[in-house]
């Protein structure tokens, strides 16, 4: 059974830093497309980020050069290091495999929520 | 980069049929995804491809597209359909992605 679990979310100062961790199970992250998807309260979703089996990493306007995204081959493990965090980096970040011939978003984590606030 | 654009609400009676647009240029070139999400809930996949729904989604379910629009329906909808829903796709670079604004919708 496949499983995505996010954690690292938590309340931290504008201008701080955070890396949110995303344990997978039941298939191989290294082997597919991983993405973060994140939601602001009230808010749509919102694409951040993707790295391909191949190592290849793109990041949507709003978050490049602050944010890095990243996989431990060896803990199957997706993360997103977050820095220069801002008022508008609030929300709730999932994790998602993305099917790479169609582009969908097949199984997503639960969510880990960030809040940047003084 | 690209974007998405749906109504943000519609409405359908208990057991009719609606339609949920997804407009965007992007989707001259790429297939949306449709995902559901439920309040305090995470989104889950339920049309990808042509017209394709992963296991367990109900095939009341429906997807098209043309040219720029892609459609979602959900023929006979039930009560557990309410809820908001989503597109998304590659943008137009194929590298990144985008998702549409959502449209919430209510089953009277």
């Known amino acids: 059974e496949v499983q995505l679990v996010e954690t690292g979310g938590g309340l931290i100062q504008p201008g701080g830093s955070l890396r949110l961790s995303c344990a997978a199970s039941?298939?191989?992250?290294?082997?597919?497309?991983m993405s973060w998807v994140r939601q602001a309260p009230g808010k749509g979703l919102e694409w951040v980020s993707v790295?391909?089996?191949?190592?290849?990493?793109y990041y949507a306007d709003s978050v490049k050069g602050r944010f890095t995204i990243s996989r431990d081959n060896s803990k199957n493990t997706l993360y997103l290091q977050m820095n220069s965090l801002r008022a508008e980096d609030t929300a709730v970040y999932y994790c998602?495999?993305?099917?790479?011939?169609?582009?969908?978003?097949?199984?997503w984590g639960q969510g880990t929520l960030v809040t940047v606030s003084s | 980069s690209s974007e998405l654009t749906q109504d943000p609400a519609v409405s359908v009676a208990l057991g009719q049929t609606v339609r949920i647009t997804c407009q965007g240029d992007s989707l001259r070139s790429y297939y949306a995804s449709w995902y559901q999400q439920k309040p305090g809930q995470a989104p889950v996949l339920v049309i990808y491809g042509k017209n394709n729904r992963p296991s367990g989604i109900p095939d009341r379910f429906s997807g098209s597209s043309s040219g720029n629009t892609a459609s979602l329906t959900i023929t006979g909808a039930q009560a557990e359909d309410e809820a908001d829903y989503y597109c998304n796709s590659r943008d137009s670079s194929g590298n990144q992605y985008v998702f549409g604004t959502g449209t919430k919708v209510t089953v009277l």
């Open positions: 790295i391909y089996s191949g190592g290849s990493t």
């Open positions: 039941g298939f191989t992250v290294s082997s597919n497309y």
């Open positions: 998602a495999r993305v099917a790479p011939r169609v582009g969908s978003f097949d199984y």
